[in-house]
């Protein structure tokens, strides 16, 4: 079973930044570079949403275009980390934030990810 912890969460004003981490597991994550890793957010009283997406080289990357130009998605496979870089924030990002991995090539749709984290909140203040 593949374990997922994101962190770097918190209150920050519009037009402000935060960096998210989401570290796997050593004991249940020993082919880290294999899978395609995402990050989804959900908002109070909304459905989870894609973010942003990353494949297993880190040569692609792939984001909602709420976010685009605004947020970037990095990973270093050494660490097990995947990072989403998140720039002028905006009230409408107030949400929880989750990564998740799966197998294979990309895709924005929750359903098709294997693993998910716990979630980090994020607030931006207007």
């Known amino acids: 079973q593949v374990q997922l912890v994101e962190s770097g969460g918190g209150l920050v004003q519009a037009g402000g930044s935060l960096r998210l981490s989401c570290a796997a597991s050593e004991r249940t994550f020993s082919s880290f570079s294999s899978y395609a890793m995402g990050w989804f957010r959900q908002a109070p009283g909304k459905e989870r949403e894609f973010v942003a997406a990353i494949t297993w080289s880190g040569s692609s990357t792939y984001y909602a275009d709420s976010v685009k130009g605004r947020f970037t998605i990095s990973r270093d496979n050494a660490k097990k980390t995947v990072y989403l870089q998140m720039n002028s924030l905006k009230p409408e990002d107030t949400a929880v934030y989750y990564c998740?991995?799966?197998?294979?090539?990309?895709?924005?749709?929750?359903?098709?990810?294997?693993?998910w984290g716990q979630g980090t909140q994020v607030t931006v203040s207007s």
């Open positions: 998740a991995a799966r197998r294979g090539s990309y895709t924005k749709y929750v359903r098709d990810y294997d693993y």
